[in-house]
């Protein structure tokens, strides 16, 4: 019970600072209209009708799963910082397991992660992205899986980093590359053979190709936008999380332990 209710405090922690951080609320409601509703219309604009599909769906499936993804694994990597400051100086003091603190950060991020999806999804029924609602049910669960494959990603990355200074330089250098190599903003159906290796070991291609395999169900340019089949997907996200999560707890506990 202990450690159930210091899961839930470092999870509502998390939440509660999201709500009251009104510059990262505001940020979250410009993000998705700056990526999907300029970069895909332009996009759509000028390049939509030669690519043969429709650009405002496939940067929208590729901000949803970026928002989810990078959000919950920069959240994560916080903990770095959390460890010298405030109420987190004393919860790493604590009798607490600190794989209850990992796992309640991966809640608590998760959560924040799909609160900043929302804007996202509202602006892609705005700009009438086809979303029918058997298919918004079934984003829901996909969205969540995003979360817990990012959040599990930041622990990873996490577990091998001392100092917030290093996660700042670090962090941007591992998730950058993935923008492009998970195919947010540009098709990567077709790749130069020396990129393909690279694109299959990127963690954020699958949450993103998992949404337009989605998304795109049953449409005739699911072939030209989709990767692999939403179980492949679905399969892959697990394995990586569960790798992620293992390695990278045990890594950063015993990191602690050693302090």
Same mark, same amino acid.
């Given at each position: 019970?202990?450690e ?6 470092v ?7 999201l709500l009251?951080?009104?510059?990262r609320l505001?940020f979250t ?13 332009t ?13 405002i769906?496939?940067i929208f499936?590729g ?7 990078q959000?919950a694994?920069q959240g994560?990597?916080?903990?770095i910082d959390?460890r010298?400051?405030d ?12 794989y209850?603190?990992?796992?309640g ?6 959560g924040v992660?799909? %609160?900043?999806?929302? @804007?996202? &999804?509202? #602006? /892609? ?5 086809p979303?029918? !609602? *058997?298919?918004f +049910?079934?984003l829901i669960p996909a ?6 494959l990012?959040?599990?990603?930041g622990?990873?990355v ?6 917030q200074?290093?996660?700042?330089q670090i962090?941007? %250098?591992?998730?950058? @590359?993935q &923008?492009f #190599? /998970?195919?947010?903003?540009n098709?990567?159906?077709v !790749? *130069?053979?020396? +990129?393909?290796?690279?694109s299959l070991?990127?963690?954020l291609r699958?949450p ?7 998304l ?19 399969a892959v996200?697990?394995?990586?999380f569960a790798?992620f999560l293992?390695?990278g ?5 015993r990191?602690e332990?050693?302090?």
């Open positions: 019970m202990k159930l209710n210091a899961i839930l405090t999870a509502s922690r998390d939440v509660t600072k009251r951080d009104r510059t505001v409601l410009v993000f998705p209209f700056i990526f999907v509703g300029l970069m895909g219309g996009l759509q604009s000028n390049l939509g009708r030669a690519a043969g599909f429709n650009f769906g496939f499936t901000v949803l799963g970026m928002t989810l993804f959000s694994a994560i990597i916080s903990l959390d010298e400051n109420f987190s100086q004393e919860m790493f003091v604590s009798p607490i397991s600190r209850s603190i990992v796992f950060k991966v809640l608590g991020e998760s992660s799909l %609160f900043q999806a929302v @804007p996202t &999804f509202l #602006l /892609a029924f705005a700009l009438r992205v979303i029918t !609602l *058997p298919v +049910l079934a969205s969540v899986f995003a979360c817990f990012g959040a599990g990603f622990v990873a996490m577990s091998v980093i001392n100092s200074r290093a996660a700042q962090f941007p %250098f591992v998730l950058f @590359p &923008f #190599l /998970a195919g947010i903003f098709p990567i159906k !790749l *130069p053979w020396y +990129l393909v290796p690279f070991v990127s963690p699958y993103v190709d998992l949404f337009r395999g989605l795109y169900a049953g449409r005739p340019e699911y072939s030209r936008v989709v990767l692999l089949d939403p179980l492949t997907n679905l996200m697990g394995a990586m790798l293992i390695f707890t045990w890594f950063f506990v990191q332990t050693n302090r």
